[in-house]
């Protein structure tokens, strides 16, 4: 019975040692290592010997990262596309959620799972629809213009703005399912209080409703904005060359450039900046478990 | 209070048209016959036809559909295992690390994520293929059947299990006949969600792949580099296609189960009464 369990822990174990923890080592250790001319890109490799890697191992990726701009600007402007983006996707999701919430009851089983249908339909395809809505000669630069609103088209595709539209749409339903979740719980009771007591709607709204579904908001914007921080997909397609976000410096640097080390490098700061949000994101979650148990 | 007000209707109405609007697009432009994707030129079915013809999607369709499968049925049942153990399994060494290794490939980039097991399969010097996308896959697809699986452990009742084991049965086989037949949904589901991430994956496919095996994904993405083409919306449509029905098949069936479930309850109260 003793060798069941540990069967039944080590082979789950082993595998995600050796192909999620002993990688990220190796990217870690390719980080501190030099550019070099041969398969595979970087040296001192392990054949070298463990002593001889050691000593050659210093933080020059580190400070080329930081001496050059791009990397600045490339990661400053993910951070406020992922914020920039966040926000968006409340002031978008909130209303849902809450129209979802309020809706009569036999009609939420088909709201929740028009909400969670996208998610199972290809990210691709989803940020590619927009690729013929948003281009010049697009779907919405046509209606705009026969609607008479434009005189000539507007420039979405390759902007900013494309990348905005293109992470709230894809990540909408990470952000309206926790308030969603949040906002069934909530005790109506309590607005009906508040409203007896002399609130007016939108006053019992902002006093009772926001407040109590605080935890719902604040999971669906750490769900929005930790993976829209590394995203690569989204501004290399709509984004164009203008778009900077590290997910895709990083791509390039790596598939491109081939410089493995940097592209290494890239993958460790950006790492360390993700680790802020995730913890605060665990601790949100564990005192929300804790509240509720 | 429980009464649609305006502002609700039109939130929703505004977002739901924002969430279905680019696919429904989508799905109607693949149906026209000119070949400028934003100029309508009347019903045609021919890009569906040339898509049939174009070999090179077919045999990315199919790699992608053998990753999926393998991928998603190692991950559900090394999501399973993991999940049990970390509901139930107890105390052991390294429990924390394990929760870690769990819960982190979920907020991971898949650009590190890609990196990293491309430079383990370097350093290893196993060549790049279809089985290294397996492998990549799995690794993280196990994590999300895992976290499915263990939300239904939590919940279920703990001493049906016990009561398996006073009455004599193994571990092995109280998880058998007990255990899994109650969490089944969740692993089914898990099982789902691996396959539609795997089917969807280009970030990670295309670090891990090589020459030799093309995913659907990286098929798609070297042809809407190039802008919006006709055959990729064809293509598209089939795959909402199949994930609407999917999806909508799925809930039919758990609600009919959820109805006769119920009745089944009822019954029973009236043969106790």
């Known amino acids: ?293 | 209070m429980r009464r649609a007000s305006w502002f609700n209707i039109t939130s929703l109405t505004l977002g739901f048209a924002f969430l279905y609007l680019p696919m429904v697009l989508l799905v109607i432009y693949s149906f026209n016959s000119s070949k400028l994707v934003t100029v309508w030129a009347g019903f045609s079915t021919k890009w569906y036809g040339e898509l049939l013809q174009n070999d090179a999607f077919l045999n990315a369709a199919l790699v992608t559909l053998k990753v999926a499968v393998v991928s998603s049925t190692l991950a559900t049942v090394l999501g399973t295992m993991a999940a049990y153990i970390l509901v139930r399994g107890g105390r052991f060494a390294g429990r924390t690390l394990f929760s870690g290794m769990i819960y982190a490939p979920l907020v991971m980039p898949e650009v590190i994520t890609g990196l990293s097991l491309l430079l383990l399969f370097i350093g290893i010097g196993l060549d790049r293929g279809t089985l290294t996308i397996v492998l990549a896959h799995t690794t993280f697809s196990m994590c999300y059947v895992s976290v499915v699986v263990s939300s239904r452990l939590v919940t279920f009742d703990r001493s049906l299990e016990e009561a398996a084991l006073d009455l004599g049965c193994s571990p092995f086989d109280a998880f058998r006949l007990v255990t899994l037949p109650i969490i089944a949904p969740a692993v089914i589901s898990g099982w789902l969600l691996a396959f539609t991430l795997s089917l969807d994956d280009l970030v990670i496919a295309s670090f891990t792949t090589g020459p030799s095996s093309t995913t659907l994904p990286i098929k798609i993405w070297s042809a809407v580099r190039l802008g919006v083409s006709p055959e990729i919306n064809a293509l598209s449509t089939i795959m909402i296609g199949i994930v609407t029905f999917g999806v909508i098949a799925a809930s039919l069936i758990s609600k009919r189960k959820a109805v006769k479930a119920q009745r089944d309850v009822r019954a029973a109260e009236r043969a106790v009464t």
């Open chain 1, 1 to 293: 019975m003793n060798i069941r369990r540990f069967i039944l822990i080590a082979v789950p174990y082993a595998w995600l040692l050796a192909l999620f923890l002993i990688p990220f080592i190796i990217v870690f250790k390719i980080s501190l290592s030099d550019l070099a001319l041969s398969i595979p890109p970087y040296s001192p490799t392990a054949k070298d010997g463990i002593s001889a890697m050691f000593k050659a191992f210093d933080l020059e990726n580190f400070i080329f990262l930081a001496s050059d701009d791009l990397y600045w600007r490339a990661y400053l402007s993910s951070l406020k596309i992922a914020l920039i983006s966040t926000i968006l996707a409340v002031l978008v999701g909130y209303p849902m959620a809450y129209g979802m919430a309020r809706a009569p009851e036999e009609w939420r089983p088909t709201l929740m799972m028009l909400v969670i249908l996208p998610f199972w339909t290809s990210f691709l395809i989803r940020v590619y629809a927009w690729v013929g809505i948003l281009s010049n000669e697009g779907l919405l630069n046509q209606f705009l213009l026969w609607l008479g609103i434009i005189d000539a088209p507007l420039t979405i595709m390759n902007t900013t703005t494309a990348v905005y539209i293109g992470i709230v749409y894809t990540y909408l339903p990470f952000m309206i399912l926790p308030i969603y979740a949040a906002l069934d719980r909530l005790d109506e009771s309590l607005i009906e209080a508040a409203e007896d007591l002399g609130c007016s709607r939108l006053k019992a709204f902002w006093l009772v409703t926001i407040p109590l579904s605080r935890n719902g908001i604040i999971a669906g914007c750490f769900l929005v904005f930790i993976p829209a921080l590394g995203e690569f997909v989204i501004p290399s397609l709509l984004g164009g060359s203008g778009t900077l976000m590290i997910g895709k410096v990083l791509f390039e640097e790596f598939f491109n450039n081939r410089d493995w080390p940097v592209a290494s490098a890239v993958a460790v700061i950006l790492l360390l900046i993700l680790i802020v949000p995730i913890v605060l994101f665990q601790r949100n979650q564990q005192r929300q478990a804790e509240v509720e148990s």
